[in-house]
């Protein structure tokens, strides 16, 4: 009896352990060869994507032209993409968006494999009709407490009439029945990435050379219908904030008061609706105010490490991206081109150009996401921190190509991977030569051998009831 039951326990905790691959943290998606080059051209945009492993699996479950075919508006340049991350039916949509001169909203839905647009600009961006316009969505995040933000990375001229930040109120609605809310609580910048910390601080970004990392800190953190009442917003500054791409120690300088108005230093603007709005980008140049500048900062991506929090940020000129310890205040490079290629051992050189994006995976992995072109040098790096210290310095660290887009023209854009489920992602492909965007899912699944022990486990597992059986 005691043999039997010694290895029915063996397999048991053989079988948990192999069955780990369905649990909240596990993923398959760190587990790959480092592709050795860029894809050239696919015969095929549906399933676009060179992979790093014959487990991964491709599909297209969004398309350009069958959203126009179904009726739908639809101005292109699909970008960055989220889902209904809590609430009622989590994880049952995606949300993505348009930037283009007519920005929008779209929302798939997972379970019926329907795309609509629930939300237009009225008119596209022209001369004499900027007041009614919205201008190149880029930013795609769920809040902590259960609506939608989207932000334009866009920037014209005086008085300014974009870079504003729109939370959806009511993301679940019938398509034309949201609600698309300005906060102008948040100061006018070229918005791309933007998080949100423990404690709800939201941070976000200036995409220009020598834009700033900002942060907003709301006066009601905990009340998603006041969040953006009152708040001051502040920018990152190392030293005295005048050398660029600086490292080290940090500090936040406030660029307007608690309740989010203008300091006496800053600097203000009236849009062409006669909105007055704190200019983000020109407050950080003003010499008490001054922000550490970095090049083209694009998107924001939060991880954490034993309860403690680190935010990363693409910066596409300098080829880099730099790690910000949130508890210590300091700021450090995490990628450049001295990293590691893992594919050969070498600095990776310029292999790796304009990383753009950032995503995270399930165990805290970083992706980097390269604005290039498709079908000649757009690739998607994984970076192999084993010990998570931020530093990509430790044997067997660096950075691989995890994927490498092949649909000519375009680039890729807004990888996400599913927080319900570990081995799940979607990328969009956005602007190719074709005129269709595409949304991929990409699928991670157990290697071949794991599922030979698993069923070899659930084998002895049934002889050793059957003879349980017989001894009765």
Do not use: C
């Not at 592709?35 to 015969?43: D, N, V």
């Not at 929008?104 to 609509?116: N, P, V």
């Not at 927080?419 to 990328?427: E, G, Q």
């Amino acid at each position: 009896m005691f043999q039997r039951k010694g290895i029915a326990l063996a397999v048991a905790g053989a079988l948990m352990s192999i069955a780990g691959g369905a649990h909240a943290a596990t993923t398959y998606f760190d587990n790959f060869t480092p592709l050795a080059a860029s894809a050239g051209p696919t015969a095929n945009e549906a399933t676009p994507i060179t992979l790093s492993s014959p487990n991964f699996s491709q599909k297209s479950i969004a398309d350009r032209t069958a959203h126009l075919a179904s009726g739908q508006f639809d101005s292109g340049n699909w970008d960055m993409i989220t889902t209904n991350e809590t609430g009622v039916d989590a994880g049952r949509y995606l949300f993505t968006v348009y930037e283009t001169d007519q920005a929008g909203i779209i929302r798939h839905d997972l379970t019926t494999g329907t795309t609509k647009t629930i939300w237009q600009s009225p008119v596209a961006a022209t001369p004499g009709f900027e007041r009614f316009s919205h201008v190149a969505f880029d930013a795609s995040y769920w809040t902590p407490w259960g609506t939608y933000i989207t932000a334009e990375e866009s920037w014209g001229g005086q008085p300014q009439p974009f870079g504003r930040l729109f939370e959806v109120t009511n993301p679940l609605k019938a398509t034309g029945t949201v609600d698309v809310v300005h906060r102008n609580v948040i100061p006018r910048t070229s918005h791309e990435g933007i998080q949100f910390d423990a404690a709800k601080n939201m941070y976000f970004i200036d995409e220009l050379n020598g834009g700033v990392l900002y942060k907003y800190t709301s006066q009601t953190p905990d009340n998603g219908q006041t969040y953006f009442s009152a708040g001051q917003t502040s920018v990152l500054r190392v030293g005295d904030g005048n050398t660029a791409n600086a490292t080290g120690a940090f500090s936040w300088v406030a660029i307007t008061d608690l309740n989010g108005d203008a300091l006496a230093e800053s600097v203000v603007i009236t849009d062409p609706n006669g909105l007055v709005s704190v200019d983000g980008r020109a407050s950080a140049n003003v010499a008490a105010l001054k922000g550490t500048d970095y090049q083209r900062p694009e998107d924001l991506q939060i991880q954490v490490v034993d309860g403690q929090e680190f935010m990363y940020m693409a910066t596409t000129t300098t080829n880099e991206v730099y790690r910000v310890d949130l508890a210590t205040q300091q700021i450090s490079v995490f990628v450049n081109r001295n990293t590691i290629d893992l594919a050969t051992g070498n600095a990776v050189g310029n292999a790796l150009t304009s990383p753009d994006n950032l995503a995270i995976d399930s165990e805290g992995n970083i992706y980097i996401i390269e604005d290039q072109p498709g079908g000649v040098s757009d690739d998607i790096w994984f970076a192999k921190d084993l010990n998570k210290d931020g530093d990509l310095l430790d044997a067997g660290e660096g950075i691989g190509r995890w994927a490498s887009n092949g649909t000519t023209g375009s680039e890729f854009t807004g990888l996400y991977f599913d927080p319900l489920n570990p081995n799940r992602a979607w990328v969009n492909i956005q602007h190719p030569n074709s005129g269709v965007d595409r949304m991929i899912e990409i699928t991670a699944v157990p290697e071949p051998e794991t599922y030979a022990m698993m069923g070899a486990g659930l084998g002895l597992m049934a002889l050793l009831r059957g003879r349980r059986r017989s001894i009765k």
